[in-house]
Every structure is written in C-alpha cells, then in structure tokens.
C-alpha cells in the first residue's frame, strides 16, 4: 500500500496539486486502500461503490466521499494508467436553501 501511495504522491507533486489536496487525496486513498485490503493495482468498481457506501453509513460527508471519488480515480488514471473508465457519479450534495426551505414547512 505505501509504494502505491508514494507513487501518486510523486504524480500529485509533478502535476503540481496543492499541498493540501495532496494530502486529502492520500488520505482518501489509505482509507480505500485499507478497506479493499489487497491488490491495489486492479479496478474493481463494485469495491469503490461498497467503499463509497461505507463512507455513507459512517455519515462522511458528500463533500468528502466527492474528494476520495475524485483521489480513486486519479490513482487508477495516472499512476496505474488503467485504460478502463470508473464510471460512479459523484455524490449529490446537500443545498442549504433547499433545507431552509423544507424546515421553514
């Protein structure tokens, strides 16, 4: 797992990400990595969408799931240089005057 993390670091740092989002982008992929426990390497969807699930129930935010959606498909992109496209749509995001209005009711 950490030569897979080391490597999209390194391509992170040359496309010249911002320090911060290289680091939400790493800690995305741990967790991913640690949840799917083995052979990194290989796509597996039906492991990101139970991932993105999981991240669900454990009520992370769609902001932050977006962000490990986002660190997943850069890894499998760029560093493993799949040729197959990851084809999950991004969490819907909550919109605060929808929910203003709904509690104004």
């Excluded at 799931?65 to 986002?70: A, E, G, H, I, Y």
């Excluded at 990851?86 to 104004?104: D, G, N, P, T, V």
């Amino acid at each position: 797992m950490q030569i897979e993390l080391q490597k999209t670091e390194r391509e992170l740092k040359i496309r010249n990400y911002s320090p911060k989002t290289i680091k939400s982008y790493l800690y995305g992929l741990r967790a991913y990595f640690n949840f799917k426990g083995n052979n990194f390497s290989e796509l597996d969807q039906e492991s990101i969408k139970n991932f993105l699930l999981h991240c669900e129930q454990k009520r992370i935010s769609p902001q932050s799931r977006n962000l490990f959606l986002n660190a997943i498909k850069f890894h499998y992109c760029h560093v493993v240089k799949g040729h197959q496209k990851i084809e999950i749509q991004s969490a819907k995001k909550q919109r605060a005057c929808l929910l203003y209005c709904l509690e104004m009711k």
